[in-house]
């Protein structure tokens, strides 16, 4: 089984791309971010000629998030996290699929920071941390994939020295993300490549792409039972060299069958 997530960075103007993806790769699971569009203009119809039921969250130009099943039923759980009613960013998603719990998120970017956004991010993560909890008291295969906007360590960001003072890089962040794994999470890439250089997204400046200049954002955290059946993880790193394509790259795990 083969679970992938993308920040699409708009699915409409970036529809294309995506549908030549998934003609190529062909995942069981795809979680997307950022598809900023309302909810009646997410392109269902292309998405299920393309073999892929879907469920989605969408919103007026930001943020939005979709489960997409390559011939799999998708039994939605959740929409939005708990902790906050007049929060009405769309950042979250969570359905069955296959027996697997599959959560999509979109975490805050928070910058500027410090400030009003970076707050809102700690926040948001303070909810995250809460409902993952709850999921893993289920002793269920959980898998929770999408863009994080947190660079764990210096090896994931080139050039760290750089991020210092960004949201993604700052302390507070990451001791959020550390302590969301110390509940009993497993970074399915770090497992698999402990001390080795990868990034999921390039910015569209400075040429990033072709230096390679990038930061590893784009994350699966995945339940003890699911980690005992990780087979393999990768980036399609060449998707971010296409034509209008996302300043991210598709991240994808592969799991061995029960």
Not at 18 to 38: G, I, N, S
Not at 181 to 209: C, H, M, S, V
């Amino acid at each position: 089984m083969k679970i992938a997530t993308y920040n699409v960075n708009g699915v409409n103007g970036r529809l294309p791309v995506l549908l030549r993806w998934l003609e190529e790769t062909q995942p069981d699971v795809v979680c997307l971010q950022e598809l900023k569009a309302p909810h009646e203009k997410f392109p269902e119809q292309a998405i299920k000629d393309a073999g892929y039921n879907a469920i989605w969250h969408g919103q007026k130009s930001w943020n939005g998030v979709a489960i997409l099943a390559r011939n799999l039923e998708i039994t939605e759980l959740k929409r939005g996290l708990d902790g906050d009613p007049e929060d009405l960013q769309s950042r979250y998603i969570e359905a069955m699929v296959n027996g697997i719990v599959i959560g999509c998120l979109y975490l805050p970017n928070g910058n500027p920071a410090p400030g009003p956004k970076f707050d809102y991010k700690l926040q948001w993560f303070e909810r995250f941390a809460a409902h993952t909890a709850t999921l893993l008291a289920q002793n269920i295969p959980v898998v929770l994939a999408g863009d994080y906007n947190v660079i764990p360590t210096e090896l994931d960001a080139y050039k760290p020295e750089r991020w210092v003072e960004d949201a993604l890089f700052r302390p507070e962040t990451r001791l959020a993300f550390k302590n969301l794994i110390a509940q009993g999470w497993t970074d399915a890439i770090r497992k698999l490549y402990p001390t080795e250089i990868i990034y999921t997204f390039w910015d569209y400046f400075r040429n990033a792409y072709g230096r390679n200049a990038g930061l590893r954002i784009d994350h699966f955290l995945i339940s003890p039972q699911v980690s005992d059946r990780l087979k393999s993880a990768g980036v399609d790193r060449n998707v971010r060299g296409w034509e209008k394509t996302s300043d991210h790259g598709p991240v994808w795990i592969e799991l061995n069958d029960l």
